[in-house]
């Protein structure tokens, strides 16, 4: 089974950036990140495919969120930019079936 681990959570104002790695062992084809706010279900934020030539994002981040991987360190990256408030939630790293613990990302002032 494949393990993911998420880190970089934090507090951050709003306007800040945040970036979260997903670190994974073994083969991902494609990987994506979710994230899930108090008393709201767990919505998808962005994903990639394997060789990076795909992309996808949620409207709610586009322009703002940037999703990549670096795959010789079996690590996926979301650079969060201009956060806000409404972003503030943990965020999951997901392949096919496998989650990861999750990290919190808190946007506040």
């Known amino acids: 089974q494949l393990q993911l681990v998420e880190s970089g959570g934090g507090l951050v104002q709003p306007g800040g950036s945040l970036r979260l790695s997903c670190a994974f062992s073994?083969?991902?084809?494609?990987i994506a990140w979710f994230r899930q706010a108090p008393g709201k279900e767990r919505e998808f934020v962005a994903a990639?495919?394997?060789?990076?030539?795909?992309?996808s994002y949620a409207d709610s981040v586009k322009g703002r969120f940037t999703i990549s991987r670096d795959n010789t360190k079996n690590t996926v990256y979301l650079q969060m930019n201009s956060l806000k408030p409404e972003d503030t939630a943990v965020y999951y790293c997901n392949t096919a079936s496998n989650w990861g613990q999750g990290t919190q990302v808190t946007v506040s002032s």
């Open positions: 990639m495919s394997w060789s990076g030539a795909g992309t």
């Open positions: 073994g083969f991902a084809h494609g």
